[in-house]
């Protein structure tokens, strides 16, 4: 733990749910993750891949070029994970004062990747912790794989700044940090002055955030030395009732 940090409040995953409800959020330790998706590190390591492949975000109204990603659309009902044609992420500007109301058509995520039974049974394990949470029912679910990197010298995680997403759940899983400082996570009250904060850093540890209860960011990035590239990979998974947020 770095000294300056906040620590975690990581949860037992026997208590995930019942800390959603009492908090809003729940933060979920890496061990306990892989154990939660019965899953090998080489199969975790199989879905991280991916992230070596990510095209630049086209789409940065701020400019940058500090965002690397890929987008896919599921329905996931139950065990039955159903991956539904491409199409574009849009969000309104309610939730993205930054980049609403864009219909934003990234590149999909690699058939590979979609292809392992680990992925599936993670969708799966997130959709079951939302219909606890909710009430059981088809879950929309866009997946979105970022790397922020610090090529320009700063990457912002969250260019919109605080926000809600207008869904049900958001999970962020924490994959990779590399020769970095900052990316501290964020989490407060939407309707309230309570708040935490904290960096996450074990690869495979889970954020997952009550969506109409609590608004979160990640304060940007640096390079630890400006000789390196530095790069924070993470994987969020949104989960909304009724369909697809269309424009």
Excluded: C
Aim: proline content about 7%; overall charge negative; glycine content about 8%.
């Amino acid at each position: 733990m770095h000294a300056q940090e906040f620590q975690p409040p990581y949860t037992p995953i026997a208590y995930g749910v019942t800390t959603l409800r009492q908090n809003g959020y729940a933060l979920l330790h890496a061990a306990d993750v892989q154990a939660w998706l019965a899953a090998t590190a080489d199969e975790l390591g199989a879905v991280h891949a991916g992230w070596n492949a990510l095209p630049a975000d086209a789409y940065l109204k701020d400019g940058g070029r500090y965002r690397r990603r890929r987008h896919s659309s599921f329905v996931v009902e139950g065990e039955q994970v159903r991956l539904v044609p491409h199409r574009a992420h849009w969000q309104p500007l309610e939730y993205n004062a930054l980049h609403g109301g864009m219909q934003r058509w990234f590149e999909p995520m690699l058939p590979q990747t979609v292809a392992l039974p680990v992925w599936s049974r993670l969708l799966a394990r997130v959709g079951e912790t939302v219909s606890a949470l909710h009430g059981e029912r088809p879950w929309f679910v866009e997946a979105h794989t970022f790397r922020i990197d610090t090529a320009g010298g700063i990457g912002r995680p969250t260019p919109e700044g605080a926000h809600r997403d207008g869904v049900d759940l958001v999970a962020v899983f924490m994959l990779d940090r590399h020769a970095i400082k900052g990316g501290e996570s964020r989490v407060f009250e939407a309707n309230g002055p309570a708040g935490q904060r904290f960096t996450l850093r074990e690869p495979w540890s889970l954020l997952l955030l009550d969506d109409a209860r609590v608004i979160h960011e990640t304060t940007p990035i640096q390079p630890l030395s400006p000789d390196e590239l530095g790069w924070r990979d993470t994987l969020v998974l949104t989960y909304r009732r009724d369909g697809f947020q269309e424009s």
